[in-house]
C-alpha cells in the first residue's frame, strides 16, 4: 500500500498532468500534428499521455527516494487511483473544448 507522503506525491502528479493539458490540447488538435502521428482522437491520446506522465513519474519517485521500483500491488494501487481520477482527467481535456 502506499503512504502518505507517496500518495501526497502522486497527488501532485496527478495536478501537474491537469494543469499541462490546456497547452498539449492545442497541439494534439493541430491537423498537422494529427497527421504526423495518425492521431484520430486526440482527446483519447491526452488521456493516455497523462497517465503515462504520472505513471512515469511515480516510477522515477521510487527509484530516485525510495531507491527500488513500486511493486506490483503498488503500481496496481497508482492505477486504481488514475482510474478513480478519470473523470477529472476527461473533465480538464473537454474543457479545452
Do not use: W
Request: aromatic share 12%; hydrophobic share 35%; proline share 4%.
Amino acid at each position: 500500500m502506499l503512504n502518505d507522503h507517496q500518495k501526497g506525491h502522486l497527488k501532485n502528479c496527478i495536478d501537474s498532468a491537469v494543469s499541462k493539458v490546456a497547452p498539449l490540447m492545442i497541439i494534439y488538435r493541430n491537423p498537422e500534428f494529427k497527421r504526423r502521428y495518425q492521431i484520430n482522437n486526440p482527446e483519447d491520446y491526452a488521456l493516455g499521455q497523462m497517465t503515462g506522465y504520472v505513471m512515469g513519474a511515480m516510477a522515477q519517485y521510487f527509484f530516485t527516494v525510495e531507491k527500488r521500483f513500486p511493486s506490483d500491488k503498488e503500481q496496481e494501487e497508482i492505477l486504481d487511483i488514475l482510474h478513480n481520477q478519470a473523470t477529472e482527467f476527461r473533465n480538464a481535456i473537454f474543457e479545452q473544448g
